[in-house]
Structures are given as structure tokens and as C-alpha cells.
């Protein structure tokens, strides 16, 4: 990066640490810089070990910053987040641009992918474009955000050997060059192969089953160990559902969910987890609780009045 444009960002990433926003011409730049350098990615993202891998965080700021206590600041640590950075918590907005500040800062030490919330239509509904609109006053910084989240990489591939996604496996998937074809520029579709990556749970069933999400499937053993046989797969791991202990392996060692935003919702009770994999991709649960009372800032008031809205 040129020295200028990194202590720009340098300034915006100590500012969105304060959890303070930025400009809403800084958010637009900062997109512009994310999208040249995430159109590069691969559906299926290659990321060397050692790497954390992150779960859901669904705009819980001050439990990022937790997150960031526990397993190391970025750029020292190498991070892949699996998605659903904004809605239901306070702080989408602060959540997702430092995120992205930090992919634009050092593309090589951090990785985001896809989540079923990072969509238009999702988050209409739960939180980010009223956030959005409440902190900026107008939509133009959702508009920008979800943008790029039509760039964000499907997947990521750790040492060829461990699948990170959101959500889970498709019926119409077999191979993981089968997810390199897919055009994923749009908006998260209804159905289909994207969809269900994002949309999928692993369950105790034998073969496919009827998601209660409404999108996406439900899978069982037999297809997680007859797709990481196909492609040479030690670990599927994956986010996308609420584990109370904050990680959770399924059909033996096949498979691992791992959840990042701790006491969902602000009221499940449930700690968080990150998993470190060391360069043998060896691997460490880290498991934390929600950052204590006084780290919290008080979720900003409404500064527009309700008639904009």
C-alpha cells in the first residue's frame, strides 16, 4: 500500500476501534479499495495455516473486540471469518468496516467470506439498513456494504485440506471445483447451489433433509464423509447455528461448528469459541465470554429525527 493510503487506514481502523464510524465518503473509498482486492478471490479461497477460524458475529462490536483479546490482534494473528458480520447486534455498521478496514490494510492476514446475512433482503429485516440509516441518515453506506458483500469469497480451503463455509453442503455440489464455477457476484439467491452454502445444517440424518430455515438443506454423515473423500478433505468447519458451548464436532471428527458472538442476541447465555490451527493444523478451541459491563459503550441513541426514517 502507498504510505499515505495506509496511514489513512491506519486512522480509520484505531477510529472504528473506538468504535466510532467513519465518514460516509471514507466507507465509500474504503469499499472501492475492498472490492479491487476481493474480486481477486477465489470462490474457494486458499488460506495457509496457521490461521483462527471465527464464527458468527452479527455486529456484537464489543465482543470483536473480546474476540481480538483472546486470539491476537490482526496482522500478528492470521484470521477467516465465516460470515454473518452484521444484524441483530448493536454495532453492525462499526463491526463490518473494521473488518473490512483490516482486509484492505492486510489483505494477506485476513480472510471474509460469505454469510447468509450478508444480503440485501436479510438485512432489511434484521438490523443493518436501520442501523445503516439511523447512524449515517441516508442509505448510501448500506448500499455500499452490500455491494460488496456480493464480492465476499463462497468458501476458503486451509492447506487443501480443511472446507471452511457458512453454512454447509448442497445436493447440487459434489466438488469443490463445482464451487469455483459458481458466478458469485449477485445477491444471495432463493435456492441453488450458493444458496445452500450458505443456508445448510449438518443433523443426524442419513442423506439430505427439508431445512426449517426455509433455505438451504439439511445434511447428514454420510454425505459430509462421501464429500470429504471426493475432495480430500480432512474437516469440514463451518458457523452459522447457536452452540452454547461455542464449538461442536459432529460425525466423528467430519465436521466442526464454531460460533464467535457470545451471549447471542445480548440474552442466550451461551460463551463463544475461535479455533486456532497451528501450522500442522492441529487444533486449539479458545473459548470466551461476552466482554465484561464496562468495556461496553451504550448503543448509540437515534441522532435523526423519527421523520427521516
Known amino acids: 500500500l502507498p504510505p499515505t493510503m495506509a496511514s489513512d487506514l491506519d486512522r480509520q481502523i484505531e477510529q472504528l476501534k473506538r468504535c466510532e464510524i467513519i465518514k460516509e465518503s471514507e466507507v465509500k473509498a474504503l469499499c472501492d479499495k475492498a472490492r479491487d482486492i476481493l474480486i481477486e478471490e477465489s470462490n474457494v479461497q486458499r488460506v495457509d495455516g496457521p490461521v483462527t477460524i471465527c464464527g458468527d458475529i452479527h455486529g456484537q462490536f464489543y465482543d470483536l473486540k473480546e474476540l481480538f483479546r483472546v486470539g491476537g490482534d490482526c496482522p500478528e494473528t ?64 448500506w448500499r455500499y456494504c452490500t455491494e460488496i458483500f456480493d464480492y465476499l469469497s463462497l468458501s476458503a480451503l486451509v492447506d487443501n485440506e480443511i472446507f471452511c463455509v457458512h453454512g454447509g453442503l448442497s445436493p447440487s ?28 445444517d449438518p443433523e443426524e440424518i442419513d442423506g439430505w433433509g427439508i431445512s426449517p430455515r426455509g433455505a438451504g438443506y439439511l445434511f447428514g454423515s454420510d454425505v459430509v464423509q462421501s ?16 452452540v452454547m458451548e461455542g464449538h461442536k464436532h459432529m460425525f466423528g471428527d467430519a465436521l466442526v461448528t464454531v460460533w464467535s458472538a457470545p451471549n447471542y442476541c445480548y440474552r442466550c447465555g451461551n460463551v463463544a469459541a475461535i479455533l486456532e490451527l497451528d501450522e500442522k493444523l492441529t487444533k486449539t478451541f479458545k473459548v470466551f465470554e461476552a466482554a465484561p459491563q464496562d468495556a461496553r459503550g451504550v448503543p448509540s441513541k437515534r441522532v435523526t429525527p423519527d421523520y427521516f426514517l
Open 227 to 242: 464429500f470429504n473423500n471426493t475432495n480430500g478433505l480432512t474437516l469440514i468447519a463451518r458457523a452459522h447455528q447457536l
Open 173 to 200: 455440489i459434489n466438488t469443490l471445483d463445482q464451487i469455483r464455477m459458481i458466478d458469485r457476484k449477485q445477491e444471495v439467491p432463493h435456492d441453488g447451489a450458493m444458496c445452500d452454502l450458505m443456508w445448510s
Open 78 to 141: 492470521n484470521y477467516l471469518f465465516l460470515g454473518d458480520y452484521v444484524d441483530r447486534g448493536f454495532y453492525s455498521v462499526e463491526t463490518f468496516l473494521l473488518l473490512l478496514a483490516l482486509k484492505v490494510r492486510y489483505p494477506d492476514r485476513i480472510t471474509l467470506i460469505r454469510g447468509n446475512h450478508e444480503s440485501r433482503q436479510i438485512t432489511q429485516v434484521y438490523g443493518f439498513y436501520d442501523e445503516c440509516l439511523r447512524k449515517y441518515g441516508s442509505v448510501n453506506v
